[in-house]
T-cell receptor, first 114, second 115 residues
Framework: EDKVVQSPLSLVVHEGDTVTLNCSYE??????LLWYKQEKKAPTFLFMLTSSGIEKKSGRLSSILDKKELFSILNITATQTGDSAVYLCAGVPVSNFGNEKLTFGTGTRLTIIP | KAGVTQTPRYLIKTRGQQVTLSCSPISGHRSVSWYQQTPGQGLQFLFEYFSETQRNKGNFPGRFSGRQFSNSRSEMNVSTLELGDSALYLCASSLLAGANYNEQFFGPGTRLTVL
């Protein structure tokens, strides 16, 4: 059974700090890894990573995938209170005519203290 | 453009009852996926509908079912509710089926509490 594990479960830092969130995965026929930010209820898409070693960036957020070691990290630099949220990662298998299923981790709850 | 809407936002039911949740996708989107989110299990994929057909299904019992209408609105039904069904149920819409995650938008969810 596919599995995605995120660490830490929760993290509390001060505004301006840099944080690194971890996601390890065991996904049969792995294709991609997704990162989401969930504030209140609706997750919003952050990144999709398919290739190993290629960093994706969006402002202060960046992410990279290591397909050999089966993990990904999400970095947030110069954190702001608006970064407080639950960050989810999900493993995506190769589609097989309707059998494509996402496996999500339980998330990392990030709290930024002003 | 209006976002994904889900109704109702909150529901309280008792064990054994059944419930129907509704999701209206973004106008023009034809794919609707449903997810269950609980503190212990995290976000779990339930099923995906595209053009009124179930395209994918997660590992949930047959008590969980869904359908999609010609206007792309989708409903999810849970019969014979159990305490463990208490969760946040999220739906997400996208223009196309499958791996368009960067273009998949989530609704605000329906919080179901089973007593």
């Amino acid at each position: 059974e596919d599995k995605v594990v995120q660490s830490p479960l929760s993290l509390v830092v001060h505004e301006g700090d840099t944080v690194t969130l971890n996601c390890s995965y065991e996904v049969t026929n792995f294709r991609s890894l997704l990162w989401y930010k969930q504030e209140k209820k609706a997750p919003t898409f952050l990144f999709m990573l398919t290739s190993s070693g290629i960093e994706k960036k969006s402002g202060r957020l960046s992410s990279i995938l290591d397909k050999k070691e089966l993990f990904s990290i999400l970095n947030i630099t110069a954190t702001q209170t608006g970064d407080s949220a639950v960050y989810l990662c999900a493993g995506v298998p190769v589609s097989n005519f309707g059998n494509e299923k996402l496996t999500f981790g339980t998330g990392t709850r990030l709290t930024i203290i002003p | 453009k209006a976002g994904v809407t889900q109704t109702p936002r909150y529901l309280i039911k008792t064990r054994g009852q059944q419930v129907t949740l509704s999701c209206s996708p973004i106008s023009g989107h034809r794919s609707v996926s449903w997810y269950q989110q609980t503190p212990g299990q995290g976000l779990q994929f339930l099923f995906e509908y595209f053009s009124e057909t179930q395209r994918n299904k997660g590992n949930f019992p047959g008590r969980f079912s869904g359908r999609q209408f010609s206007n792309s609105r989708s409903e999810m039904n849970v019969s014979t509710l159990e305490l463990g069904d208490s969760a946040l149920y999220l739906c997400a819409s996208s223009l196309l089926a499958g791996a368009n995650y960067n273009e998949q938008f989530f609704g605000p969810g329906t919080r179901l509490t089973v007593l």
